[in-house]
């Protein structure tokens, strides 16, 4: 992967820590960049349950996550990792338990500052959603998966067609975020309004009683 030249001096995004700090937090496991089960799902940069990819890699620190950066979506580096995580949990691909990779081999397999990655545990640990665990590395702590993983592999499977008649139609990626984001927001809209005739209709029911 190409990184921007900015990315990599991002010291901006961690303060002044030390990449010796970066260690501390690290333990002595080996390197990790492991996938998870699927190895497909870039964009919560972790892999899902499908069994189409492989497991953690053999002498890595077992981590089902693996990072990736889009220096051109203009998200700071240190928030993508934040979101990759979240994504991952409300996927159910991280669960309480699993490690995160080591903060030198996000360095390593990213090419970014180990300030910034220390900043995305930070802010994760603050969040409720992580805890370090000295010499070992940092670890979830909660869950946000809503779904049962069977009910998520049905539904990924229909957004992949949907995404396939997307492209076959002739919408190259913005146009489709683009019309995923106006039927989301319609989507939310028409359930609000449903909700307020739904509680009105109560309110009358309840004034006649």
Request: proline share 4%.
């Given at each position: 992967?190409?990184?921007?030249?900015?990315?990599?001096?991002?010291?901006?995004?961690?303060?002044?820590?030390?990449?010796?700090?970066?260690?501390?937090?690290?333990g002595?496991?080996?390197?990790?960049?492991?996938?998870?089960?699927d190895?497909?799902?870039?964009?919560?940069?972790?892999?899902g349950?499908?069994?189409?990819?492989?497991?953690?890699?053999?002498?890595?620190?077992?981590?089902?996550?693996?990072?990736?950066?889009?220096?051109?979506?203009?998200?700071?580096?240190?928030?993508?990792?934040?979101?990759?995580?979240?994504?991952?949990?409300?996927?159910?691909?991280?669960?309480?338990?699993?490690?995160?990779?080591?903060?030198?081999?996000?360095?390593?397999?990213?090419?970014?500052?180990?300030?910034?990655?220390?900043?995305?545990y930070?802010?994760?640990?603050?969040?409720?959603?992580?805890?370090?665990?000295?010499?070992?590395?940092?670890?979830?702590?909660?869950?946000?998966?809503?779904?049962?993983?069977?009910?998520?592999?049905?539904?990924?499977?229909?957004?992949?067609?949907?995404?396939?008649?997307?492209?076959?139609?002739?919408?190259?990626?913005?146009?489709?975020?683009?019309?995923?984001?106006?039927?989301?927001?319609?989507?939310?809209?028409?359930?609000?309004?449903r909700?307020?005739?739904?509680?009105?209709?109560?309110?009358?029911?309840?004034?006649?009683?």
């Open positions: 992967m190409t990184i921007d030249k900015s990315v990599r001096g991002e010291a901006d995004d961690g303060g002044d820590a030390s990449s010796a700090g970066a260690r501390g937090q690290d002595d496991a080996s390197s990790a960049g492991a996938r998870g089960q190895g497909d799902a870039s964009s919560a940069g972790a892999g349950q499908d069994g189409g990819g492989p497991g953690p890699e053999p002498g890595g620190s077992g981590s089902r996550i693996e990072f990736r950066l889009d220096t051109a979506s203009g998200v700071p580096t240190y928030l993508q990792l934040v979101q990759q995580v979240e994504h991952a949990l409300r996927l159910g691909y991280l669960r309480p338990g699993d490690q995160l990779p080591k903060v030198r081999d996000v360095v390593a397999s990213l090419a970014i500052n180990p300030n910034t990655v220390l900043k995305a930070r802010e994760l640990e603050t969040k409720g959603l992580t805890a370090g665990r000295p010499g070992q590395g940092t670890f979830i702590k909660a869950a946000l998966s809503q779904v049962a993983l069977p009910e998520l592999a049905g539904l990924r499977k229909a957004l992949l067609g949907w995404l396939d008649a997307a492209d076959t139609a002739g919408l190259d990626e913005d146009g489709i975020v683009a019309l995923f984001a106006s039927a989301l927001r319609d989507f939310y809209k028409r359930r609000a309004d909700a307020d005739v739904g509680g009105a209709a109560s309110d009358e029911t309840e004034g006649v009683a």
